[in-house]
C-alpha cells in the first residue's frame, strides 16, 4: 500500500548543536536504508520549509507507523500521513 507522507523537521533544529548534529546523522543513514529497501519510492524536499515529502510503501497502516515512529527524528517530527490508492483514469492506462 502507499502513503503519502508529509515530514516536517523543523522542532529538531531547536536542538543543541551536537545532539541535532547526531539526530540528523542518524536519520540520514536511516532514510538511506529505506530508499534501497524500496519502503521510500519518491522523496522531495519542501522548497522553503525544513519539511519532506515522499510516496512510502508498507504493507499497511500499522506497518507504516511502526517505520515511522522507529525513526531518530521521531520525537521531534511532525509527519502527516495520507493513504493512497490508484485513480481510475491511472488504472484504466495500465
Request: charged share 25%.
Amino acid at each position: 500500500m502507499e502513503f503519502l507522507v508529509q515530514v516536517d523537521v523543523a522542532r529538531v533544529f531547536e536542538l543543541p548543536a551536537a545532539e541535532r548534529e547526531d539526530v540528523i546523522t542518524r536519520e540520514k543513514a536511516r532514510g538511506r536504508e529505506l530508499l534501497a529497501d524500496g519502503v521510500i519510492r519518491h522523496f522531495w524536499t519542501v522548497v522553503g520549509k525544513r519539511a519532506n515529502v515522499g510516496v512510502w510503501v508498507a504493507d499497511d497502516a500499522e506497518q507504516l507507523h511502526a517505520i515511522l515512529s522507529a525513526l531518530p527524528i521521531w520525537p521531534w517530527a511532525d509527519i502527516e500521513v495520507t493513504p493512497l490508492i490508484t485513480h481510475e483514469l491511472a488504472a484504466e492506462a495500465a
